[in-house]
């Protein structure tokens, strides 16, 4: 036998008819649910229903339940909200049925208090809920509730993350019971009707009206302890709304439930014998189709990767640098400060996920979700006081909605103290060293060895001396920086792992390019000449190195470079040593015979002059002879350290640029020759340029005489100067002769 019984929404009373037979009874479309006995009699049962005062009315009409005509969402709307209250009802009801028969009751313990919600009901056709149904409790999702005024702001971050605000007319100083139609906009609203606004999910109306209808408002001093609100939304001007109802109580102390303890069994595991026995690891296992991890499988260890965890407020952060990178983030319900063990599922991508579940993040080598769906195990987990100090973990991650997973397991131990090992002694044999010859026996050296179809070195050797290039060696923390600046420039990279804080002797293999190489293993890179690798692989030898307390003196080093997974290698040789003091030579004394000099009679006997005479298919002279001499055209020769500079003629005109080798501070007599484009010019040697009338060599070979040159301390009072240039590598020369002495 079962009771009826009927709640009053605002007032909470209940009343209840007599005892009906418990019956199932399909109902037609459009009938109404009547539950009260067909036949009189009322048992004592229902004799204290009645004297509880409860009604004997129906709870809810089938009406509301079945949809029957355009309205039906409406009435399922209705209906909704009424059984909100059904839990306290049935409270009230079994305290009162199963009472017992003594004359000596207990009174009946408080009902728990109203469940804070808010519920979502969206027409096909509107906008903001996209024509769904949407139900939050504190169980399900964050609910903030905020009163100022009349003004009331409610934030709701769960599955979905929902803002709404509902302003009274500015006559009102608090929240109070009543309808409030004809608004607009939140806050663009008229201030004397008020206004409401609800938005989400990335969307929001420009324009809206609607109402809202407080039912139920309590304050505690001037907090807000209670409300029942209802609102309608229609955005744009449209005829589709938008219908919610917000009840909040401040009593209400629910929360999310934890972890699901024990997991369930069938999830997954990696098989026995992937990861290791002992020692921490991140072991990936990437399913075919899996965008992040390519479909294969990753294992790292302290022994070759670099991977740091820490936790905080529940959590855990994953980064894992070695021959690839990763990064992983696992977030436990907002409810814990700190993981605990169990099953944290129905996840999405952290940090967007809904707070009250938890969300999870696996991502690297520029991959990740946009979203993702997944869980994440804690299978056991240790802390020492909030500091995390083991934990295995265990996770799966589908991106943007597809089948294959990324499956992970973490494992970390902080007692694990292993460190990668350090440079392999003595080397392998065989790996590459410079032909008998080919490397001078003194002095230091860069060499250069490049096969055929290697990008960087085309198939070339190179050789550099103190006498033809400028080195530089820089070495601090395990890394050594090598720069060459000769006939061509080059860089190169040499990094050992980092468990060592300076070069050692010994083979560095399985490297990758500096500086995106695996830490635990170093890295290498030579570059140059406006060339370098994408991606490289190679090694390198410390033959032999010399400190002076953390200084680097001395050092013998070879390496192997292949670019982009290539076969074709180049190879180097460096030697260098401190106490090698050799400087390059200076200019040529006397000139070497032969060279170009103007032809007698085509320059002026006294006073200074500029002549240039091109050949026949000269770019910048276009052929022809030139003599400038100040009483016709303006002429500016200055000095600079040892570089000449000249112009003629001013803008448009011709301009020489002639800088002597970097030994020197003045220019000095003699020749100075291979030479290229000024200021793209090897510093040991010199360099030049002539250019004008809008034209320009972009590379170019040659030399420069200086046949006399007088200073006064640093400034040029004098100098005969000729050179010969040649454009672009081609034969006809341009020559000049400057003759200047003010």
């Known amino acids: 036998m079962a009771a009826v019984c009927k709640g009053s929404k605002v007032s909470r009373s209940i009343t209840c008819d007599a005892d009906v037979p418990a019956v199932s009874t399909p109902l037609r479309q459009g009938s109404t649910m009547d539950l009260r006995r067909r036949t009189g009699g009322e048992s004592r049962?229902?004799?204290?229903?009645?004297?509880?005062?409860?009604?004997?009315?129906?709870?809810?009409?089938?009406?509301?339940?079945?949809?029957?005509?355009?309205?039906?969402r409406v009435r399922n709307w209705q209906f909704i909200r009424r059984l909100r209250f059904l839990p306290v009802l049935l409270c009230f009801a079994l305290a009162a049925a199963c009472g017992g028969g003594g004359s000596e009751t207990s009174p009946p313990p408080p009902p728990p208090p109203?469940?804070?919600?808010?519920?979502?009901?969206?027409?096909?056709?509107d906008y903001i809920g996209q024509g769904l149904s949407y139900s939050y409790s504190q169980s399900n999702a964050l609910m903030t509730v905020t009163a100022q005024g009349g003004h009331l702001n409610v934030?709701?971050?769960?599955?979905?993350?929902w803002q709404g605000d509902f302003q009274l007319p500015n006559s009102y100083t608090k929240?109070?019971?009543?309808?409030?139609?004809?608004?607009?906009?939140?806050?663009?609203?008229?201030?004397?009707?008020?206004?409401?606004?609800?938005?989400?999910e990335g969307r929001g109306c420009n324009t809206l009206t609607g109402s809202f209808t407080i039912t139920k408002v309590t304050y505690t001093g001037n907090s807000?302890?209670?409300?029942?609100?209802?609102?309608?939304?229609?955005?744009?001007?449209?005829?589709?709304?938008?219908?919610g109802e917000i009840y909040w109580n401040a009593s209400d102390t629910a929360s999310p439930p934890g972890p699901v303890v024990p997991p369930p069994t069938n999830l997954w595991q990696p098989a026995p014998g992937t990861t290791?026995?002992?020692?921490?690891?991140?072991?990936?296992?990437?399913?075919?189709?899996?965008?992040?991890?390519?479909?294969?499988d990753y294992l790292y260890t302290n022994a070759t990767a670099m991977i740091a965890v820490s936790e905080a407020a529940g959590n855990l952060s994953v980064s894992v640098n070695g021959n690839?990178?990763?990064?992983?983030?696992?977030q436990a319900m907002s409810s814990l400060n700190q993981l605990a063990v169990g099953y944290y599922g129905n996840l999405e991508r952290y940090p967007f996920n809904n707070p009250v579940k938890g969300g999870l993040s696996w991502y690297g080598e520029g991959r990740g979700c946009n979203t993702l769906s997944g869980w994440f195990v804690v299978d056991s987990v240790t802390y020492s006081g909030s500091t995390v100090t083991a934990i295995d973990l265990r996770f799966e991650q589908h991106c943007e909605g597809g089948t294959a997973a990324l499956h992970g397991k973490i494992h970390l131990d902080a007692t694990d103290m292993t460190s990668p090992p350090g440079p392999v002694v003595p080397p392998p044999a065989g790996l590459w060293q410079p032909t008998a010859g080919s490397t001078p026996a003194t002095g230091n050296y860069v060499y250069l060895e490049s096969q055929p179809g290697d990008y960087i070195g085309l198939g070339a050797n190179y050789l550099y001396t103190n006498a033809s290039a400028m080195f530089n060696f820089v070495e601090a923390s395990g890394y050594l920086s090598v720069s060459v600046t000769g006939d061509k420039q080059w860089s190169g990279d040499f990094k050992a792992m980092n468990s060592l804080s300076q070069l050692v002797v010994g083979y560095y293999g399985n490297l990758e390019r500096f500086p995106f190489n695996n830490p635990v293993t170093g890295g290498l890179s030579w570059d140059g000449d406006g060339r370098g690798c994408n991606t490289l692989t190679g090694w390198f030898v410390v033959d032999s190195v010399t400190y002076s307390g953390s200084t680097m003196t001395a050092i013998d080093l070879r390496f192997e470079q292949h670019c982009e997974g290539g076969a074709p290698a180049l190879h180097?040789?460096?030697?260098?040593?401190?106490?090698?003091?050799?400087?390059p030579p200076g200019p040529v004394v006397p000139p070497p015979a032969g060279l170009w000099q103007p032809a007698a009679g085509t320059t002026p006997a006294t006073g200074s002059y500029v002549y240039l005479t091109s050949d026949a298919g000269d770019y910048i002279g276009q052929g022809t002879s030139y003599l400038y001499a100040p009483s016709d055209t303006p002429i500016t020769v200055s000095a600079t350290g040892a570089r000449l500079d000249v112009s003629i003629g001013g803008a448009g005109g011709w301009v020489g640029n002639f800088q002597g080798m970097n030994i020197l501070s003045q220019l000095e007599p003699g020749y100075y020759g291979d030479l290229e484009r000024y200021p793209f010019n090897n510093p040991v040697k010199g360099g030049l340029t002539w250019y004008g009338e809008g034209r320009g060599c972009n590379t170019l070979t040659g030399w420069f005489v200086v046949d006399g040159v007088t200073y006064f301390g640093s400034t040029l009072t004098a100098i005969d100067l000729r050179f010969e240039q040649h454009c672009e590598g081609g034969g006809p020369a341009l020559h000049g002769q400057i003759h200047w002495a003010p």
């Open 224 to 243: 807000l302890s209670e409300i029942d609100l209802q609102f309608v939304q229609y955005c744009e001007g449209g005829s589709f709304a938008l219908h």
């Open 175 to 200: 929240l109070e019971t009543g309808t409030y139609g004809n608004l607009t906009r939140y806050p663009f609203h008229d201030p004397a009707v008020g206004g409401l606004s609800w938005s989400g």
């Open 324 to 330: 690839e990178q990763w990064s992983g983030n696992f």
């Open 114 to 125: 109203p469940a804070s919600f808010v519920n979502l009901v969206s027409d096909l056709g």
């Open 45 to 72: 049962r229902g004799s204290l229903f009645r004297r509880l005062g409860f009604s004997t009315q129906p709870l809810f009409d089938a009406r509301n339940v079945i949809p029957n005509s355009d309205n039906s």
């Open 572 to 583: 180097g040789k460096i030697h260098w040593n401190a106490a090698d003091t050799t400087s």
């Open 276 to 296: 290791p026995a002992t020692g921490s690891y991140v072991y990936l296992e990437s399913e075919p189709g899996d965008y992040i991890g390519s479909g294969a």
């Open 155 to 161: 934030n709701i971050r769960g599955d979905q993350s």
